[in-house]
Structures are given as C-alpha cells and as structure tokens.
C-alpha cells in the first residue's frame, strides 16, 4: 500500500513457496489477494516481489509476462521493489550458506540480476523508482581472496551501469540494493561503508554508485550487530551508503541461561541459516555461524545476551520468559524513518521463517500471520504520523 511521505509498504512474497512462475504466480492469486482484501480493501496494494532465478527465465516468455501485467492491472496491484537475494529454491530443501550462491565473484549472480531490473522496468515501478534488494557481495565462509573480490566489485559495477542504462531508456531510477547479512562479506555499518568507498574508486564513473547502488537496511541483521538503528542509519547516508529500503523484521534475543538455550536448541531446524551473535560484558561480539556451533561452544557461557537470525513475527515481542525479541531496534528503525525517511521508499515485512516456526508461535495460516503484522506495523506507523493512503 501507498503511505504519506511517499512511502510504499509491501510484505516480501519469499514467505510463500514458489521456485517456477506457475508456483509463484499461484500464491500471489490465492495469498497475496487474500492479504490484500484485508488490509488494502479497494486502494492499490504493492508486492514485494521474489522471483528465484527459475520463476525469471519462466516470466520471460512473452505470454506470461503478458499475463502477469494484465493481472497486475486487473487486480489493482503494484511492484515496488524484488527481492533477488536467494537465486534458487528457498523452502523445503536445506538452503543454510547456499542463500548467497553464486554470489557477486559468479556471472550467474550479474545477469539473474540484470534481469530482474529488467523485468521490473517492464511492469513498471511505484514513483518511476524501484528496488533489487540482495546479497551483501558473499558470504564470508566462502572465503573469496583479494583477485575474486575484485571481480565482485567489478560485477556490481556493471550491475550499476546497467541501470544507468536503463535510465537513459525508460527514464526509471532504480537502485541496486546490497543487504547486510550477519557473516556476509559485509554485515556491518562500518564494513558497508568500506565497500561503498572502495566501489567508488573503482567505478568508471563514481557517480554513478551514488544514483544507482543503495543499502537494504534489514532491521533483524543489523539487530544482530548490536547497532543502534538512528546511529546507523546516519552513518551509512553520510557516508555515501544510502538506505534505500528497509525490511522490517525481529530477531531472537536472549540470556544464555541453561532453559533459554533449550528452548533455543528445541528451535533448531535443517532450512535457513541462524547465525548468533553474543555480546560480552566489555562490548565484544562472539560470532557463531549457526545455533549448533554456538550450543556446542564453551564460550558461550561469557555472554551477557545472545541474538539469533530468526525471522519471527513483527507481532511477537514476547516469546516467554525465556525468549524475547529484537523489536526495540525494530522500532528505533521506524522512528528514524517517520520522522526523516530521506531517500527510502520502500518498506516490507519480510518474515519469511513462517514454515520453520514453531507452532505455538506462528498461526494456521500465514495469510492470518501477514494480516496480523499489517496491523502491528499499520499501528506503530500511525503512532508515528505516517498513515496509509
């Protein structure tokens, strides 16, 4: 939906299962609509949309594009923005690290983009602007040396010219969005920061770095980082790493206690990736790639708190005595953009663990699940002066 401030907010559609177009194209009749006609009842509703690679090659024959802008139209829908940061299946397989391949060292990453933004100026965007959100270059267990790195800068670059390109054409300023992930190849404000610069000294031509590459600020991962989101936020549009976008979501937080590790260990599941970060008493953050490597760590009894990448609900501030999450930064992250959105345009919830919660903590159906965290988010905006249109 459109809100005042020229904000746009979406719910991301990776939630949903989907890795051809008929599969996609499916949830977004059966839930998409669904959620629609109950938060968004007659006005235009926006999609955020995920295609995997797969779904985009599918869309690309000319019948189904046709089809799917028909609908769009005929259903009074939008595209604000694709998530293009899993390129291939995302539910129901072991996906954990393999979410960040091929990464931006890899062709397949360059052109499954380019595409992406492609197909996006052909369905049209919300304000003549848009967003691919995706991976923050690698992931840091893939240890890419100094000559591949070099190549995954290079390759964002020609991602950047090409949208410098399709401006040119079409008159459509879109950005590249890169998200920090906890153990990517830049999971912070300071390492974002450093990339941005060092993309810029590279660059053919540095401004273009400046109109066409933008930062996706997910509120669970830098959560994670024990950033403070208005200091962040800051930081990184200061420094030439502007936010563009925001993913609201929360985190898992907790005291290492003996019961909060058990019902931590009760929530270990084979899908997604559940990277922990723990902060020491001095500051000093413990990384741990995923629950089973920090549960078998004798260091993680030094910790004051423990953060865990666990998409859960915007809804759920308490998840028990035991667990809590990380909606205080989520709230922080809404108060900044309220009171000076600057350059963001896009919102979307993105709590795309629906399947892999646990039961007592998500609902029968996830159309109710989506609803519920409209309403949540719907409330905190208004609270803050932003309202729908």
């Given at each position: 939906?459109?809100l ?19 599969e996609?194209?499916?949830g977004?009749?059966?839930h ?25 090659v599918?869309?690309r ?7 799917f ?6 259903e ?23 979410v ?22 052909e ?6 602007a848009?967003t691919?959100?995706?991976l923050?270059?690698s992931?840091?267990g893939?240890?890419?040396d100094a000559?591949?790195?070099k190549?995954?800068?290079?390759n964002i670059?020609?991602?950047v010219?090409?949208l410098?390109?399709?401006r ?5 300023s879109m950005?590249l969005?890169?998200?920090p992930e906890?153990m ?9 920061i ?8 590279e ?15 997910d509120?669970?991962?830098?959560a994670?980082q024990?950033?403070?989101p ?8 200061q420094?030439?790493?502007?936010v ?16 909060a ?7 270990q ?8 970060l ?12 995923d ?5 078998a ?16 609900p915007?809804?759920a501030?308490?998840l028990?005595?035991?667990?809590s ?5 989520l ?8 009171r000076?959105?600057?350059p ?21 159906d ?19 002066g932003?309202?729908?249109?």
């Amino acid at each position: 939906m459109k809100l005042s401030s020229g904000l746009t907010l979406a719910y991301c559609t990776n939630i949903h299962r989907g890795e051809g177009w008929s599969e996609t194209f499916a949830g977004l009749k059966d839930h998409a609509l669904r959620v629609r006609d109950r938060v968004s009842s007659g006005k235009p509703f926006v999609l955020g949309l995920r295609l995997s690679n797969q779904a985009l090659v599918e869309l690309r024959a000319l019948d189904a594009l046709k089809a799917f802008r028909l609908w769009l139209e005929k259903e009074n829908c939008l595209v604000a923005g694709i998530n293009g940061f899993p390129f291939g299946s995302f539910h129901g397989v072991a996906v954990k690290e393999k979410v960040f391949s091929p990464d931006w060292c890899e062709p397949a990453r360059l052109e499954y983009t380019k595409g992406l933004f492609d197909l996006l100026s052909e369905l049209g965007t919300v304000g003549g602007a848009g967003t691919v959100s995706t991976l923050p270059g690698s992931f840091k267990g893939f240890n890419r040396d100094a000559a591949a790195q070099k190549v995954m800068r290079k390759n964002i670059l020609d991602c950047v010219d090409h949208l410098a390109r399709l401006r040119d054409r079409t008159g459509l300023s879109m950005r590249l969005a890169l998200e920090p992930e906890p153990m990517g190849l830049v999971e912070n404000t300071t390492e974002t920061i450093q990339l941005f610069d060092q993309l810029r000294d590279e660059a053919s031509n540095a401004a273009h770095v400046d109109q066409f590459l933008g930062v996706c600020y997910d509120t669970c991962h830098f959560a994670l980082q024990y950033e403070n989101p208005a200091e962040a936020v800051a930081r990184l549009n200061q420094n030439g790493a502007t936010v563009v976008k925001l993913h609201l979501s929360s985190a898992l937080r907790l005291k290492p206690t003996a019961r909060a590790l058990q019902r931590l260990a009760a929530m270990q599941e084979p899908v997604y990736l559940h990277q922990c970060l723990g902060r020491r008493k001095d500051g000093t953050l413990e990384r741990y790639k995923d629950v089973s490597e920090a549960l078998a760590s004798s260091s993680i009894q030094s910790l004051e708190e423990m953060r865990v990448h666990f998409h859960v609900p915007l809804n759920a501030e308490i998840l028990g005595d035991d667990l809590s999450t990380t909606s205080d930064h989520l709230i922080g992250a809404l108060d900044v953009v309220a009171r000076t959105p600057g350059p963001v345009r896009e919102l979307e919830i993105e709590t795309y663990t629906w399947e892999v919660l646990p039961e007592a903590m998500r609902s029968a159906d996830v159309v109710d699940q989506i609803v519920a965290e409209y309403d949540w988010t719907l409330s905190a905006l208004s609270q803050r002066g932003v309202k729908s249109l």
